[in-house]
């Protein structure tokens, strides 16, 4: 694999050149695919000089590696912020599930720009989720000591499990074109019936 370095503005002018570059790839990116989109394509759409983009990025993976990684930080401190102050595991999920629903229907691009990430490099895609999957383990844990978490599910693919709700519950509310906080609290929480109650008798 190439190297994927990056290098962040250092000026309020440059800062805002870089920020023309992270908008313009992500809708590239998007909307053409990794492969289809290249270097000039961003510069051109960008409006900025032919040296301008070398002196942030190294190539073109190095943009979109910034804009994955972007992708997992605002999506884990969204949820992060959205559990503050909730004590139970149920509390904490719902309040995750609802604020990635709201997340993904804000920003629809971020499902593009994620799985475009098998076809960039299935080693991407895999790392991306494993990471959240390694992250999600470790806080589930502390809730089976609390007694909230059944001790007898394996918590590597309860993480996946939970993720995979997130994921296609987020793409339900995204096909919708109209959607109010009401329905999306209806949704969430027939899902959490799932979640706490399992889908079979």
């Not at 800062?15 to 289809?36: S, V, Y």
């Not at 301008?52 to 990025?57: G, K, Q, S």
């Not at 001790?151 to 994921?167: F, H, K, P, Q, R």
Request: charged fraction near 25%; glycine fraction near 4%; include cysteine.
């Amino acid at each position: 694999m190439k190297t994927t370095n990056f290098r962040l503005p250092k000026t309020k002018v440059g800062d805002i050149t870089f920020k023309k570059i992270i908008r313009t790839g992500k809708r590239l990116f998007a909307k053409h695919g990794f492969q289809a989109t290249s270097i000039n394509d961003i510069i051109e759409k960008s409006k900025v000089a032919a040296g301008t983009f070398y002196l942030y990025f190294d190539n073109k993976l190095a943009l979109y590696m910034y804009l994955l990684e972007e992708y997992k930080k605002e999506i884990r401190e969204t949820s992060a912020m959205a559990a503050v102050g909730y004590l139970t595991r149920y509390e904490i999920e719902r309040a995750g599930l609802k604020s990635f629903i709201k997340y993904a229907k804000r920003d629809p691009l971020a499902y593009k720009l994620i799985w475009e990430s098998m076809s960039v490099d299935p080693a991407i895609f895999k790392q991306y989720y494993q990471s959240f999957s390694k992250s999600y383990v470790y806080h589930l844990m502390e809730f089976v000591d609390l007694g909230q978490v059944r001790s007898d599910v394996d918590l590597e693919t309860a993480s996946y499990v939970l993720m995979g709700i997130a994921n296609f519950v987020g793409l339900q509310v995204v096909f919708k074109e109209d959607i109010t906080e009401e329905q999306i609290d209806w949704i969430v929480d027939e899902c959490m019936k799932i979640v706490k109650n399992g889908l079979l008798t």
